[in-house]
């Protein structure tokens, strides 16, 4: 099986085009096999692993699975990623259209170099919030939990995270939780997150609930975008606001995305 492997700011996907339906027989045997290649010890390793099909009212449609072998909902460093496979395999133009699990997107290639390049990803209009003292319950395509910190770098994301995201206000499916911490012009960004069931080195639709929950916060940015730090690197978010501070449009998620290596899989008996 061909795969390429893409990061987006150090969230890093599998990438398999399956337009012609030839791998994974069954829906057991895609879990567990995408389990195996996303395991980072006897697999190539991945936070995830994402499935190129054929789409009648786009270029292309994207399936996303966590590293737990399961289907995620929309994973927007994912996207760019995928978006910027497509260009480069002649799937798509630099501005493209394609289907993921929560409808329709664009993208537009901005710029590539080598085997890095600048992708904007449009992400689905933003208006399930919900406003709590100590957090703020955001979907942009996936659910999340964000909070605001003062010293980030000193927090254990790990633990903190992992109790968060299984807390019983968010059985069963769980919640992806980021922890933001604002200086200067810009937001820094952890986030542990479900299905990989670890903190990931960034998170393209909690980069954007981060966003939005500042916006809420009433923390001002000198610039019409966002930028968000992670450790993975630096992502710029943009949007337009109700008047009521629940419904955001024209949302847009900017980074680069950065082919890794290609290969083939293959098992002991013909490698």
């Excluded at 709590?132 to 927090?155: A, M, Q, R």
Aim: glycine letters at 10%; a positive charge; proline letters at 1%.
């Amino acid at each position: 099986m061909d795969f390429v492997k893409y990061h987006g700011t150090g969230n890093d996907f599998i990438i398999i085009d399956n337009r012609n339906d030839n791998h994974f027989t069954s829906i057991y045997k895609k879990q567990e096999h995408i389990r195996d290649l996303c395991h980072r010890r006897t697999g190539i390793g991945a936070d995830g692993l994402i499935e190129l099909k054929s789409c009648q009212d786009g270029d292309f449609k994207m399936i996303y699975y966590n590293s737990d072998g399961k289907q995620g909902t929309m994973c927007g460093n994912g996207g760019r990623c995928i978006a910027a496979y497509a260009w480069e395999q002649n799937i798509a133009g630099k501005e493209m259209v394609f289907e993921a699990s929560d409808g329709m997107h664009k993208a537009k290639i901005l710029n590539s170099q080598n085997n890095i390049t600048l992708v904007n990803l449009k992400m689905r209009n933003v208006s399930k919030i919900k406003i709590e003292k100590e957090y703020i319950l955001i979907n942009t395509g996936s659910p999340h939990y964000v909070t605001f910190v003062d010293t980030l770098n000193k927090l254990d994301v790990y633990n903190e995270g992992k109790k968060i995201r299984s807390d019983k206000l968010f059985v069963p499916g769980g919640i992806n939780v980021n922890f933001v911490q604002h200086f200067e012009n810009n937001l820094f960004v952890r986030t542990f997150e479900r299905g990989v069931e670890d903190e990931t080195l960034s998170c393209g639709t909690g980069a954007i609930a981060a966003a939005i929950a500042a916006y809420i916060n009433n923390i001002e940015f000198k610039t019409h975008e966002y930028p968000v730090l992670t450790n993975g690197g630096k992502l710029y978010v943009r949007f337009s606001a109700g008047n009521k501070k629940n419904t955001f449009e024209d949302v847009w998620l900017k980074g680069n995305a950065v082919k890794v290596f290609q290969g083939k899989t293959c098992s002991l008996n013909n490698c």
